[in-house]
C-alpha cells in the first residue's frame, strides 16, 4: 500500500506494534491518584516517559516542565486559555486581524501559514488582547519591529501545507522584543529532532502519533520553567487540587504538570512512548529518517515536475519555497501539488483523490487545516473565500474546483516507513491517468435544449441491501452461474416516502460499525432482493447459498445508527442471519440491521432516487471493454431514462414522471467503486478514465440525484413512463 500521508499521521511499525502488544499484556497500571503500590508504578511510569522525553529533545527537567495533553490542539488551547496578557488598554473585542505587529501590552500574534489550531487561538484570546496579528516570517526580522510586554506569538515550526521550516532562531528574535513564543511543533517533530536546548521557546506542543503513528490520543505541552509565571490557572478538576473548599472559592492547585493534568491520565498509552522511541532508534535516530524523507522528498519533486503533456505544457504545478532556500533544515518531507489538463485548466483534486484510490495509493486533498497557505499558494482571497462559501464550499466537501480555480491542493508525505515504491506508484498513476494523449472524446453537439426531448424510463433498479449488489426476480435461486451485467429489471416499483419501498432498507454491520463497498469489496459476494414483498433474499455470487427472511418477522430493536451522516432507527434481523453473514464474508460479529417501521429515512447517501441517462453510458461502453448493462450495475442507479444526447441530463433542475414529480438535488460525484468488478473485488480504473475523459473541462460527475417533491401514497413508478425535463 503506498501510503503518501505522512504528515497527516505517521504509521507505526509491524515490530513496534507487536512490541506494543506484548508490554500490555503484561503490564497492569491503575489511577496514579491513588497511593497502594499499583498507583506507584503507574506513577513512576508516568514520571520515567516525562524524563524520556526531555532527553529526547535534548534538554532536562531544570529547564522544562512537561505536561501530558492529548493531542497539540489540546496543548495549544491550554497556553490560550491561562497566559497572563495583563491589563487591557483597549476596551471590547478585537473586531480586525492585523497585518503588522503591534507593540505595546497583550498582543497576540501568528503566522500566515498556520494550523487552524494555531489561528483559533486567537478566538480563546479574543477578549483578553488589545491586538490580534497575522504577519509574515519576514515581518520578524525587521529591525524595526516593536517591542512588547505580556504578549504571545503562536510560532509555526514547519508548515503542514507546503513542508516549509520556519528558522529557529525567529524565536530568540521574538523574544528579544518581549514576546512569549508558544511552539506549534506538531509538523516539525515527525521527521526531525529539535533541540532545545539551543532554541528555547517559552511554549511547545506536539503530538507523539506525529512521530511514531501509536499511540494516539497523546500529546504533550512542554513549559519552560522561567516562564511557569507566564500562565495562571483559575480553574481546578479531577486530580489537579491540593486542597479545595466546596462551600468557598478556596482552592490550592498542586505542582504545575499535575495542575493542568485534568482528570486520569491515559496511563496505559504513555507507558508504550517507549516503544515508540525504541522504534526511532531501531531506524538509525531521527537524523537518518530525516535524510531518507528529504531525499525522498527531493525524487518526488524531480518526478512531479518531469511531467509534461504532448503539447509540451506543464502536468503539475507545485507549491513550495524557492529551490535555492531548499535543505533538510529548511525543508520538510512535504510536497504540495495540483494536476493540469493538457489545455491548461485544473483537474480537480477530489478526480485525482478518486484515481489514487483505484492504484491503492493514500494521500491528502484540500488545505489540510491551513487556509493561510492555501490562500497564499493558490492565489486565493478572503472575498474569494467568502464567495466560494456562499456558493456551497465547506471542509472535507468534494467541492475542489470553483470558477476554473482549485479550492485546494493535493498533498503527499514522508515518513520513516516510506519507499521509493511509494513515489514510483504515484509516477504510474499520474502517467495513466492524467498526462495527456492525441484522442479526443466528444459527447456531439447538442442542437436542442433539454425541454425539447421526451425521453422515457427504460429500467428501474432497487438495493435492498445498502452496498449489496441486487438480481432479476425470475433468476434467483437458479443453480448456475449468474451473469452479473443482468439487474433486476422488474420494471415497476412502489414510491415511499424514503424511495421505492425497501430500497436501502438493510444494511451490515461488524462491530457495530456499518460496512460499505468501499472499504469492504467482500460485499460484491452477495447479492439481494425482496421477493413478492413478503422476503429478503440473500444470496453468495456464485448461486451457491442462500438465506431468507420473511418480511413479517419479529426483529429485535436495536440502538439507533449514524449512517450518511443520518441518525436512523434500526432493528436486529437476529443471530442466524448474523452466522451466515459471517460465513459468506469471512467476517467475525456479522450483523443485518433494517429501518424501523416509523423512520422516515432509508440508508441511501444522498437522495432517494439516482437518475442516470442510457445514451451517457453508452458513450463509455464504446470506449472500453465493457458491456452496457455492466457499466449500469456499477452505477448503481434507481432510474434510466432513454431518449436523450448524451450528458445533457447535467443541465436538468426538475423533472416529471407522468404525476410525480422531482427536484434535482445534485449531480453524483462518482467515487472509484464503479471501477470494481462485481464478481472478483478487483479495481480496474479503465471506466473512470473513460469518464474523466468525457468529463475534460467539467466535473467528473455521472448522473443525477433527484428528490420527489410531491409524493402522495400510491404512487407507482414503471418502465415506459414518459419523463418531462425542465432547467428551470
Known sequence: MPYLDHAGSTLPSKTQLEEIAKLQSNLILANPHSHHATAIKTQQIVNSARLRILRYFNTTPDDYFVVFTNNTTHGLKIVAENFKFGEK??????????????GGSSNFAYFHDSHHSVVGMRHV????????????????????????TN?????TAMSNFCGKKYNLDGIKKLQEKGWSVCMDAAGLVSTSQPDFSVCQPNFIAFSFYK??????????????KDSAHLVEKTSFAGGTVQSVDEMSLFFILREFERAYEEGTLNSYGIAQLQKGFEEVERCGGMQKIQNLTYQLRCKAVKMLASKLHPNGKKVVEIYSQPDSQINPASQGAIVAFNLLRIDGG?????????????????LRTGCFCNIGACKKYLGITSEMIR??????????????LINGRPTGAIRISFGRTSTEQDIDALDQMIDTCFVGSDRSFSSGPKALKLEAYLPTVVNLFSFPIKSVGSVPKERFGKKRKLKYSTLPNTFRYELTARGFKHDRDFLI??????????????????????????????????????FVIPMSLSLKENDAKVVCKKTIATLDCGDKVGKWLENALDMSNCRLLRVAEESKKNFVNDSPFLLINEASVYMLSRHINMEVQDILTRFRSNIVVRGLPPFIEDTAKRLA???????????????????VDPMTGEKDPSLLLALRDYRNKQKMTFGIYIRQTNFESGQILESGMPVKFFTE
Open 89 to 102: 488598554t483597549e476596551d471590547g473585542l478585537v473586531s480586525e486581524i492585523s497585518t503588522v505587529l503591534k
Open 125 to 148: 484570546v479574543n477578549g483578553k488582547v488589545n491586538a490580534i496579528s497575522c504577519v509574515d516570517e519576514k515581518d520578524i526580522w525587521e529591525d524595526n519591529t516593536p517591542e512588547v
Open 151 to 155: 504578549s504571545l506569538f503562536a510560532f
Open 211 to 224: 512521530i511514531f503513528g501509536y499511540p494516539t490520543g497523546i500529546g504533550a505541552l512542554l513549559v519552560r
Open 346 to 362: 485544473y483537474y480537480g483534486y477530489t478526480e485525482v483523490e478518486k484515481m489514487c484510490a483505484i492504484f491503492g495509493i493514500e
Open 387 to 400: 464567495e466560494n462559501m456562499n456558493k456551497g464550499k465547506r471542509c472535507g466537501d468534494e467541492i475542489d
Open 509 to 546: 454491520v461488524k462491530d457495530d460499525v456499518t460496512l460499505n463497498l468501499k472499504i469492504h469489496p467482500e460485499l460484491c459476494r452477495l447479492t439481494a432482493i425482496i421477493v413478492n414483498d413478503d422476503s429478503l433474499q440473500i444470496q453468495t455470487f456464485d448461486q451457491n447459498d442462500n
Open 657 to 675: 414522471i407522468e404525476n410525480c414529480e422531482f427536484e434535482v438535488v445534485d449531480k453524483c460525484t462518482r467515487c472509484e467503486m464503479i471501477c
